[in-house]
């Protein structure tokens, strides 16, 4: 070879190709971006030099294993781990039982004060010592406290002297997912399963155990592995295996796991004859099977289930009730401390008048008929994770059930793992939402944190957007979704700009600007996302099947699974007329929420569509006509995201090459598409209105055959 040549080639191998600095997302939020202010990390080293932390239970080793580690990348120093309160600087954690020296710290802390998840960050000062203690009534409120200390030094907002007091809101705050056996996710957008069933339970993915790590960092403590739609196989012994190997690497951090079970398993892998919930064959069955999963999963925490909903088996089946067949499932695991989950998303094959009045109707009625260990998982709108609902109005309706909110991570119906939306505002809308079910002050979080009712069984679940690819949620944005679920579930109270903040600092920047500016896009990103597919409460208008893109043309098939059910567009106007002369939808709330949403002019305009139908030179608040007013949301819709793109561009080079080049790519598909749906809708509602498209609004760019004829093949997520 040439000598030329030669050298050329030693050179390409010694310098590096790739930039320097292309974070793939794999460590999410705990990235640990070594602290660089000099004051801080001054400070640091003055308090944190050692770490005492007792207690040698697997979930306090995680404790140990975790703060050491992240705190040596944080903040570079040599973390001494000490047996005894040695140095000037020191971090004691341990249980109130387990550690003396924790409990002589917080001598005035009463015992309970915790509960066995919360926890308390204290600096006390003993003459020159600096001592952090993090203190709990149990393990896992160490474990989520040293996490807690680990954020408020990666976000740079420890206090001089913490005097922190946390609680969990709800008992329960569990990941859903919608994998299956297969490999697939059903509504899953960043590739397929984590779960690799081929080849559990010998081997053990390294991702498992991050998994846990970053689930257990935001406080979520259990995870429902299975999708709804359920597989029977699961709960045969060759699956059972493999689960029972999961929940081994997720206990040491906390958390549970949980299945969903098919209602007609002992027919589809028990040989029996029915599923009938009352056969005793049938009850047999169930309990043998509890027995059986509890012998390999001794903290297994219970079942999820989706019965008569879709296609899924359930007791109506065998003409029982939904009471009926949770308390058979829920007398299996009692015994074992589990829980089951039943899920009100039920519409049967007779399509009724209005899908959104469905649950209510049967379930209300049912109150008080399920066991203590039940709780009915409620979605969080009254059909199906639309980008704007109003809240569910089963919440607040059935006072002696623990109700659970099911919110949705994957973006089904909000751009899938392609948009920027974060869902923050989202989640806490409905959780604000005055109920008035005792009274004003009746919000959806004190129902499902159980303060309304006095309920302990608590929970809230996530149908999560995890998936195998590197950066686990497709969308780098879509790791604050899974961030936000898991700090909202903890503590409902916490503002969509906080958690938006922490979230930024741990995982791209500190710099204050860029900062501001990403947390501003974050928190405009929900209502541009309603703006470009769904404004004014318009809902359901997406395309059939996968969900992905516009669709308000959508007329063939089930009713209520088209579009023209829900925005009944006519030359008169547009909307779904849920008031006392319509279905009557409204019907279902509290006063005064049923007669100001049944009223037109007091109904809020962001929902105006979802109950009334409303003619097209209806005047807005605006003093614009409704076909006006919508075309300027559309537009809107899609501005906002024009600037997110142009904000974007002014983050070259200034933050991570890899996260910028990926979110850059991503919202110019997003420019993209919410034009897209703009255009489609448009030009497909004004076949009905018959009116021009305003100025300030840009003209289609395509005819609506053209929209009309667009056909996408393999789209993920069925
Ligand atoms: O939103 C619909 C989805 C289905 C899902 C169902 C449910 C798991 O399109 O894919 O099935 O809701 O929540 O059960």
């Known amino acids: 070879m040439n000598r030329t040549l030669t050298t050329l080639l030693i050179i390409l191998f010694l310098v590096p190709l790739s930039p320097a600095r292309a974070d793939d997302g794999y460590r999410l939020w705990l990235g640990y971006k070594p602290v660089t202010d000099r004051a801080a990390l001054e400070k640091y080293r003055q308090r944190f030099g050692n770490v005492m932390i007792t207690g040698d239970s697997p979930v306090m080793k995680s404790a140990r294993d975790e703060f050491i580690a992240g705190l040596t990348e944080l903040t570079g120093l040599k973390v001494r781990e000490v047996n005894s309160p040695e ?15 924790v409990a002589s710290l917080l001598s005035d802390v009463n015992p309970g004060t915790t509960g066995e998840e919360g926890y308390i960050i204290r600096g006390i000062r003993q003459g020159r010592k600096n001592i952090t203690v993090v203190a709990s009534d149990g393990d896992r409120g160490v474990l989520y406290g040293l996490f807690h200390l680990l954020r408020l030094i990666s976000t740079e907002s420890l206090p001089d002297n913490p005097d922190i007091l946390e609680r969990p809101a709800t008992a329960l705050r569990l990941l859903n997912h919608w994998d299956n056996l297969d490999g697939s996710v059903e509504r899953g957008y960043a590739g397929g399963s984590i779960w690799n069933w081929h080849l559990l339970p010998g081997y053990i993915s390294p991702r498992y155990r991050d ?39 997720m206990r040491p951090y906390g958390i549970k796991v949980y299945l969903t079970a098919r209602f007609n398993a002992p027919q589809e892998t028990g040989n029996l004859s029915t599923s009938d919930p009352l056969d005793p064959g049938v009850i047999r069955w169930w309990r043998d099977k509890a027995a059986e999963i509890y012998s390999l999963i001794p903290d297994f925490g219970g079942f999820l289930v989706k019965a008569n909903s879709e296609g899924q088996p359930g007791p109506q089946n065998y003409g029982r009730s939904h009471a009926d067949g949770a308390n058979m499932l829920a007398d299996a695991v009692a015994p074992y401390g589990g829980v089951v989950m039943w899920r009100a998303f039920v519409y049967d094959n007779n399509v009724p008048v209005d899908r959104a009045k469905q649950a209510y109707n049967e379930f209300v009625p049912l109150d008080g008929k399920f066991r203590d260990n039940v709780l009915i998982q409620v979605k969080n709108g009254p059909i199906d994770f639309q980008p704007r609902e109003p809240f569910h109005p089963l919440f607040g309706a059935m006072p002696s059930t623990p109700l659970m909110m099911e919110f949705q991570i994957t973006q089904e119906y909000l751009g899938c793992a392609t948009h920027l939306v974060y869902l923050a505002p989202l989640f806490s809308e409905v959780l604000e939402s005055d109920t008035y079910a005792a009274g004003s002050g009746s919000e959806v979080s004190k129902v499902i944190d159980g303060t309304l009712y006095k309920h302990t069984l608590t929970g809230i679940a996530g ?3 995890i998936g195998n690819e590197r950066n686990w949620t497709g969308h780098l944005f879509g790791q604050a979704n899974w961030y936000a679920f898991g700090r909202l579930a903890w503590n409902p109270e916490l503002s969509p700009a906080e958690i938006a903040s922490e979230w930024i600092r741990m995982t791209i920047t500190h710099d204050p600007d860029i900062a501001g500016g990403i947390e501003e896009m974050m928190l405009g990103s929900r209502e541009a996302a309603v703006n470009y597919m769904t404004p004014l409460g318009l809902h359901h208008i997406m395309a059939e099947g996968h969900h992905w893109g516009p669709g308000p043309w959508v007329d063939r098939g089930r009713p ?9 567009a006519d030359t008169a106007g547009i909307g779904f007329d849920r008031t006392t002369s319509g279905s009557d939808a409204a019907g279902q709330y509290f006063p005064p929420l049923d007669s100001m949403f049944n009223d037109p002019e007091r109904c809020p305009e962001n929902l105006l569509l979802w109950f009334h139908h409303m003619p097209w030179d ?11 007013e919508m075309c300027l949301k559309y537009q809107e819709g899609v501005n906002r995201v024009n600037e997110y793109r142009e904000f974007w561009e002014s983050l070259r080079g200034r933050i991570d090459d890899g996260q910028f080049e990926h979110v850059r790519q991503m919202l110019d598909i997003q420019a993209y598409e919410a034009r897209w749906w703009k255009d489609a809708c448009l030009l497909y509602f004004q076949t009905f209105s018959r009116m021009p498209i305003p100025d300030g609004v840009e003209q289609p760019q395509h005819s609506l055959e ?13």
């Open 560 to 568: 209520d699974w088209t579009s023209v059910y829900y925005h009944r």
């Open 87 to 101: 140095g000037r600087g020191i971090v004691v954690a341990g249980t109130f039982s387990s550690s003396p020296f």
């Open 618 to 628: 209806h005047v807005m608040k605006s003093g614009r006509s409704l076909w006006d």
């Open 463 to 465: 149908v999560t957007n």
């Open 211 to 249: 998994y846990a790590r970053a689930n257990a960092s935001v406080g979520i403590n259990g995870t429902v592995i299975t999708n709804v739609n359920a597989n029977a196989l699961v709960l045969t012994p060759q699956y059972l295996a493999k689960v029972a190997a999961l929940a081994e690497v």
């Open 706 to 718: 053209y929209y009309r004829g667009l056909k996408f093949h393999y789209v993920p997520g069925i």
